[in-house]
């Protein structure tokens, strides 16, 4: 198990950037993968992006060259920039990381994004 602790939500206007940042309770750089999801009012969690112990990363179609995953094994932790932000990226938006690929996902406990004029 490994406990997540998501930091970095917030207003931001269109066109703005933040940066959401997850803390790991254990070292990340043996973790199969870990990611951010979304989910907005009314509409169920979606993935975001991940990355993989191995580097690779992937993204969903809407935020793909918006958004960046990235991790600091030294400082256990892993990190979303997101830029160019539309109204549409407003959700709560969750950490996750599987210790394998074949164990269950642990969660952080969320941090609310909203992007409004």
């Known amino acids: 198990q490994v406990q997540l602790v998501e930091s970095g939500g917030g207003l931001v206007q269109p066109g703005g950037s933040l940066r959401l940042s997850c803390a790991a309770s254990r070292n990340i750089f043996s973790i199969f993968a870990m990611g951010w999801y979304r989910q907005a009012p009314g509409n169920e969690r979606e993935l975001v992006a991940t990355?993989?112990?191995?580097?690779?990363?992937n993204y969903a179609h809407s935020v793909k060259g918006r958004f960046t995953i990235s991790r600091d094994n030294a400082k256990n932790t892993v990190y979303l920039q997101m830029d160019s932000l539309k109204p549409e990226d407003t959700a709560v938006y969750y950490c996750t990381a599987r210790l394998s690929a074949l164990s269950d996902p642990n969660w952080g406990q969320g941090t609310q994004v909203t992007v409004s004029s």
């Open positions: 990355m993989y112990n191995g580097g690779y990363t």
